[in-house]
């Protein structure tokens, strides 16, 4: 495989087991206020 | 009237350092917003998950500078001076991770992302035109980062290149 998306399956293939977390996250940064 | 400088006084003068100025009065719609907050926290679990010195500090979705919507800041925790071919495949992995999740949420990507791609694909063709990363184009250096004044490169590469047609669609193949 491509050596870019080779990183790249990799980055999806994390974030797909932590998905939870991401969602998490991106939801109490969206909530902020500013 | 202050009369003592905090952390977090250090902080947000390093902020403003690396990132530029607030621009709280730069209004995203709520979808732009949504499409920054998952970018900027896809690249924190990437990082906490691969090996490596790197911590996750802060991640913000309040615009800064000229056209940064939002900022994930990373610490080092120690200063390192050399990378191994598994720690810069890590570190475009980490830096894909904002991409990443615009296409696993979206499934579509933004404008947003071409920064960090461009990093990695700055980084690849590091790897393999100048650290002899590639194992069918061989321990040859391709391209040396020889600079001119001010840091301008000295040439464009397309009229200073030391290689031939077929190399240069060996390179282009192994991105």
Same mark, same amino acid.
């Given at each position: ?7 790249? !399956? ?5 974030? !797909? ?6 969602? !998490? ?10 | ?12 003068? +390093? ?37 490596? +010195?790197?911590?996750?500090?802060? +991640?913000? +979705?309040?615009?800064?500078? *000229? ?44 404008? /947003? ?9 700055? *980084? ?26 001010? /840091? ?24």
């Amino acid at each position: 495989m491509k050596i870019i998306a080779q990183a790249f !399956e990799r980055a999806v293939a994390i974030l !797909e087991l932590h998905r939870d977390l991401l969602d !998490e996250t991106a939801s109490r940064l969206m909530a902020i206020r500013f | 009237m202050i009369d003592s400088v905090v952390l977090e006084d250090f902080t947000q003068a +390093i902020e403003r350092l690396v990132a530029g100025l607030q621009k709280k009065n730069r209004l995203l719609n709520p979808y732009e917003r949504r499409v920054v907050a998952f970018h900027e926290t896809g690249y924190a679990p990437v990082r906490l998950a691969l090996p490596g +010195i790197v911590t996750v500090h802060k +991640i913000s +979705i309040i615009p800064r500078g *000229i056209g940064a919507l939002g900022y994930t800041i990373q610490r080092p925790s120690e200063d390192r001076y050399l990378m191994t071919q598994a720690e810069l495949l890590d570190k475009m992995a980490a830096l894909l991770g904002g991409r990443a999740a615009e296409v696993i949420v979206f499934e579509e990507l933004s404008t /947003g992302a071409a920064d960090s791609l461009a990093k990695v694909t700055n *980084i690849a063709r590091s790897m393999i035109t100048r650290c002899g990363e590639n194992e069918e184009l061989r321990q040859v250096a391709y391209e040396s980062d020889r600079e001119g004044y001010l /840091g301008q490169p000295l040439s464009h590469p397309f009229f200073d290149r030391s290689y031939s047609e077929q190399t240069a669609w060996q390179i282009d193949e192994a991105l």
